[in-house]
């Protein structure tokens, strides 16, 4: 069946150091791909998004690029803060109304 | 202000005694679906919902049910909690197809 896998945390850096989340995925067909971020005490938010091979998807300085080839969908960022604390999910679709999520990489950022 | 709201945030019940979750969303989308959170597991689909009257089974629905009377409804019915349900659930919505979700708060269950 279609999952998810992603780097397990917790991701200690310092701020304005480089970020990376790596997200690999198993799936049939061409699943639509994303990141959400979950602050504490909230819901996840999306964070960004791509729907096909090759697509980058960008948001508040974090991109990742769709790579079929290597079915992946690693997240980056080049220079965190403090703000940038969080968990980080990466999902797929697969189809309307399914989705997979991977188990999260929580990132703590100290200054 | 756009959002899916859950009730209540905080619940600690007892083994068997039933309980309904509540979640409403303001955005007129057709799409409801109801996730369970769990350490190391990431997030975990419990149901789903295309539209009103029409749901269907995620990754983990035994001991849980749902209905859809109205579109911006979508109760989560635990009939018999059980311990191994204590779980932080999420309610979200989203517009048809592969369109992203609107997440709730969330809900934290506890269930002894």
């Known amino acids: 069946g279609d999952s998810v896998t992603q780097m397990e945390g917790p991701v200690t850096l310092s701020e304005e150091a480089f970020l990376t989340i790596n997200c690999t995925y198993t799936a049939t067909g061409y699943p639509s791909l994303f990141w959400y971020v979950q602050y504490p005490g909230e819901g996840l938010q999306l964070l960004l998004k791509a729907t096909k091979a090759d697509d980058k998807g960008s948001n508040k300085g974090f991109e990742a690029t769709y790579r079929k080839e290597t079915t992946s969908f690693h997240l980056e960022k080049g220079s965190v803060q403090v703000s940038d604390s969080a968990v980080y999910f990466c999902a797929l679709s697969p189809s309307w109304g399914k989705f997979q999520f991977g188990a999260g990489t929580q990132v703590v950022v100290t200054p | 202000e756009a959002q899916v709201t859950q009730n209540p945030r905080y619940l600690i019940t007892v083994t068997g005694k039933k309980l309904t979750v509540t979640c409403s969303q303001n955005?007129?989308?057709?799409?409801m679906s109801w996730y369970r959170q769990d350490p190391g597991l990431g997030l975990r689909q419990i149901y789903y919902s295309m539209n009103v009257e029409v749901t269907d089974k995620g990754d983990v629905p035994e001991g849980y049910k749902v209905s859809r009377k109205e579109k911006r409804n979508f109760p989560l019915i635990l009939e018999s909690p059980s311990p191994n349900q204590t779980s932080l659930y999420f309610c979200a919505s989203s517009l048809p197809g592969r369109s992203p979700l609107h997440f709730g708060n969330g809900t934290r269950l506890t269930v002894t």
């Open positions: 955005m007129n989308h057709e799409y």
